[in-house]
């Protein structure tokens, strides 16, 4: 083999070597940049790529995906000066792969150092309690802070999550007591809401039962008083009656009215419960004059049949009634 040819084969590696040397395929996912004598000239995106060898070189190869970095754990003072311990994860993705590769030296570690700082920043500005309930605000706060600085490095924050908020040990203790302080007194404030409730409706039931009774009263009294007036008025009429027969020189109704009272009242005094011996004198002619007075009423008013009906009656020996005053059994 003489010399032209070795040149030959060695041109001819040369320049496939060139080829392969100018042809990038860059991955779905990824941007590389491109620099010339060291010095940036252009972004390759995914495919097939072309540069000029020996001249152009790779500078970075940059992932544009969304990533996600753990931020790791640290101590924070509240406002209140309650120490805890808080972690979180930041997802963040790149949309300027020259800006990421030369205006930031690391971008994970910047990120993570920047969003510890902030966590502190914020949660140092707030209350215990408020550090515990608001994890959204805390969330978006750091967000909108640390996507604010992050933007010249061509990168875009999506979120920031605060994973674990530990409070000390004996805190956790405290505010268990609290919390069941607070629902000891809830439970007080209902169970006394409920006695309230129920006296309430209580009294109003006896309120609406006195009413009601009251009300019955009254119309009881009103229908005794209405009974007592008719009773005064008929014997009003029974009275004004005899009077006029008296007046008109009729003795038997007058012989009838007063043996009506006398048997009336004779029959009140052996009912009456408080008494149990009874004494009392009683006329047998009197009562035969009351009989012979109901006569001659009968003969006035019915004829002579029930007039002669009543004259028998009258002649029939009267039974005198037992006047003998009974034991009592009590």
Known sequence: MSGFDIFAIALLLLVILTLFAGVKTVSQGYDWTIERFGKYTRT???????IIPYF????????????????????????DNATVTVDGVTFYQVFDAAKASYEVSNLNQAIVTLTMTNIRSVMGSMDLDQVLSHRDEINERLLRVVDAAVSPWGVKVNRIEIKDIVPPHDLVEAMGRQMKAERVKRADILQAEGQRQSEILRAEGAKQSQILQAEGRREAAFRDAEARERSAEAEARATEMVSNAIASGDVASLNYFIADKYIKAFGQLAESPNQKIIMLPIEATGML??????????????????????????????????????????
């Open 289 to 330: 004059g009351s009989l012979a007075g109901i006569g001659e009423i009968a003969k006035a008013t019915f004829g002579d049949t029930a007039a002669s009906a009543a004259a028998s009656t009258s002649r029939r020996p009267p039974s005198v009634p037992n006047t003998t005053p009974p034991r009592s059994t009590t």
């Open 56 to 79: 152009d070189r790779v500078g970075r190869k940059v992932n544009m995906m969304e990533q996600v970095i753990d931020i790791p754990q640290q101590e924070v003072i509240t406002k």
């Open 44 to 50: 390759l995106g995914p495919g097939l790529n072309l």
